[in-house]
Antibody
């Protein structure tokens, strides 16, 4: 069974940093593009970032570009999201997500349960 | 930008519902997907390529459209279908934007 387990969420003050991790099992991690998607409380889904199978070509939503960095360690089967200069509007449940193995990047077939990030003074 | 309208729709079980998703620019290769999110659950992929059902999705769910206008139709609504539905643009050029969602109630 494919599993994605996020960790690292919590409460941070505006301007501070957090690092999210996603540990995966049940599939060959280094074969797939991976993503972070967030959902603010009571709001919709927002695509945040994505990275290719080898860590190249990271992509970001405009709302986080220059502040967040996505990375992966294929040996550890883990995906990361370094979040710097946090803002209150970054408050959300952050999902780790896996690419569906067909043509078309960004299509997601497996989601983690999410880790909650709260940015508040 | 993907615009889903309306924000909420009310139906009764057994009826059919049609949800709309409009893109501000033509979506290449009809790389448009639909996800369902039940309360307190993670999203589930329903449709990709505008009209291809994902594995295990019943044929009550169908997608159509091309270019900038896309539709998700759910026939014979069942109680578990009352959820929030999101469309998403995917493909080679990120960001892979989601629409703001339509709540089926």
């Amino acid at each position: 069974e494919m599993q994605l387990v996020e960790s690292g969420g919590g409460t941070a003050q505006p301007g501070r940093s957090l690092r999210l991790s996603c540990s995966v099992s049940g599939f060959k991690f280094d074969d797939y593009f991976m993503y972070w998607v967030r959902q603010a409380p009571g709001k919709g889904l927002e695509w945040v970032s994505g990275v290719s199978w080898n860590g190249a070509d990271p992509a970001y939503a405009d709302s986080v570009k220059g502040r967040f960095t996505i990375s992966r360690d294929n040996a550890k089967k883990s995906l990361y999201l370094q979040m710097n200069s946090l803002r209150p509007e970054d408050t959300a449940l952050y999902y780790c997500a896996k690419q569906l193995p067909i043509e078309g990047l960004g299509l997601i077939d497996v989601w983690g349960q999410g880790t909650m990030v709260t940015v508040s003074a | 930008v993907l615009t889903q309208s309306p924000g909420a729709l009310s139906f009764s079980p057994g009826e059919s519902a049609t949800l709309s998703c409009r893109a501000s620019q033509t979506i290449v290769k009809n790389y448009l997907a639909w996800y369902q999110q039940m309360p307190g659950r993670t999203p589930k992929l329903l449709i990709y390529g505008a009209s291809t059902r994902a594995a295990g999705i019943p044929d009550r769910f169908s997608g159509s459209g091309s270019g900038t206008d896309f539709t998700l139709t759910i026939n014979r609504l069942e109680p578990e279908d009352f959820a929030v539905y999101y469309c998403q643009k995917y493909g080679s050029s990120p960001p892979h934007t989601f629409g703001q969602g339509t709540k089926l109630e």
